[in-house]
């Protein structure tokens, strides 16, 4: 109710609309969320509308190709990678014309080992941060109420 009252009085006209992504196109034409959807998802699974809009981003900035291709890139290092596919796309994001996937390739390399474990190994952490999620949820509602014993409880519980 707070953040409602603090954004009506920010925004007295009413709640701006999400901008359009710069380029060299009109600024309403393509939302940032179209754009990464097309970025990321492989030939097959786009609509025949998708594709259309992806040629006319191309013709408009050539460069999108090369992004797709890092993009994907590291879409298929995440999911299957191997510790060769890890050095080809550094060395590729590296040498592109993006400063922000030049900086991400940096900040990877800087952490390689820890990223390679992560695209390699078979391990996850992903059960232990659900239940790590649970029980915060918990204590975010018992907040200011009850007992410990109680918030303990309801925690046991909820695991």
């Not at 990678?81 to 040498?95: F, R, V």
């Not at 018992?142 to 519980?157: K, P, Q, T």
Request: with cysteine.
């Amino acid at each position: 109710m707070l953040a409602r009252r603090i954004e009506e009085a920010e925004h007295p006209e009413g709640r701006p609309e999400r901008p359009a992504v710069k380029g060299p196109w009109k600024k309403s034409d393509f939302l940032a969320g179209q754009i990464v959807w097309l970025l990321l998802n492989d030939d097959d699974r786009l609509q025949e509308r998708d594709r259309t809009l992806f040629d006319k981003l191309k013709e408009k900035c050539p460069d999108l190709i090369a992004l797709r291709q890092l993009a994907q890139g590291f879409r298929h290092l995440m999911r299957e990678g191997t510790e060769a596919d890890l050095d080809a796309w550094l060395t590729a994001a590296k040498e592109s014309n993006f400063q922000d996937v030049r900086s991400f390739a940096v900040g990877l390399t800087r952490e390689r080992a820890a990223f390679l474990a992560a695209v390699t190994l078979p391990w996850s952490n992903g059960p232990t941060e659900g239940v790590v999620n649970k029980i915060k949820l918990v204590k975010r509602q018992m907040y200011g109420r009850g007992s410990f014993e109680l918030l303990r409880r309801r925690v046991l519980l909820a695991a």
